[in-house]
């Protein structure tokens, strides 16, 4: 089936649909993509449009390009996945088992770590950033604004990165927002499940102002594991599509 023609020079387009396909399992990884002619004549736009969206994938590590054997699409493992569009392009398609395992695994060795860090030196206005963030949760909650408790959601953890005032973990926080946006879209599809987590975002937010750290670490642990078992119930009630898991 041809896709409708895109806007000319609209390139952007070009690599968002080209990724899409690539996310949703048409080009597998290892397979070659068509030739610029066929992509572009698909696409509706110049082949010149399609080199630079296949520039841009490449920028991404989602494939490469050689002399005389065209396109090949990478293995996921190669894309760089603390880049927000390719987090965004990851949302379209089927969840990977190994993805969310991977991404609990990564919160659980950074996110509690920087808990106890900012129980020891948060400063007001950090105290002032996470309380604003959980009283706009509760807020979107209240109003039925699912994408509006998410962004807040996302707020909250990021004043707790913040708060632990550690170089690397600052600089960590700009690598994972996007796979932390990607954790609460997986997690919260419905607001009664962002009602329950509320308690534990409340008392992760207590432990830090009382200098808790233990306590701030074991809240937010468990606040992960719960996102992690949310996320596997809606892959078992068949709302997210989701690929093998590897052996343990």
């Known amino acids: 089936m041809i896709a409708p023609p895109l806007p000319r020079g609209m390139h952007s387009d ?47 590590g989602m494939v490469v ?22 987090v965004a392009w990851t949302l379209s398609g089927p969840i990977d088992a190994d993805v969310v395992e991977d991404l609990v695994e990564l ?38 604004h699912k994408d509006s408790y998410t962004e807040a959601d996302l707020g909250f953890h990021r004043a707790l990165l913040c708060a632990a005032h550690n170089l690397f973990v600052t600089q960590a926080l700009q690598m994972v927002l996007g796979l932390l946006s990607l954790s609460f879209k997986l997690s919260t599809w419905t607001l009664e499940g962002a009602r329950l987590s509320m308690p534990g975002h409340r008392a992760v937010h207590e432990a830090i102002v009382n200098g808790d750290g233990p306590a701030a670490r074991r809240h937010l642990e468990t606040l992960i594991i719960a996102s992690r078992r949310d996320i596997l119930e809606h892959i078992d009630a068949g709302d997210l599509r989701i690929t093998e898991r590897r052996l343990a």
């Open 14 to 60: 070009a690599v968002d649909r080209i990724a899409g396909w690539i996310v949703q399992g048409r080009f597998a990884p290892g397979t070659t993509l068509p030739t610029e002619p066929d992509l572009g004549a698909e696409l509706g736009v110049s082949r010149s449009v399609v080199r630079e969206a296949i520039r841009a994938l490449q920028a991404k």
């Open 65 to 86: 390009t050689r002399p005389r054997t065209g396109t090949r699409v990478l293995e996921r493992g190669e894309w760089h996945l603390f880049d927000p569009a390719v």
């Open 107 to 144: 919160r659980l060795a950074l996110e509690p770590f920087a808990a106890g860090l900012a129980a020891r030196r948060r400063n007001d206005a950090d105290i002032k950033a996470m309380r604003v963030a959980i009283e706009a949760m509760e807020a979107a909650i209240r109003a039925g």
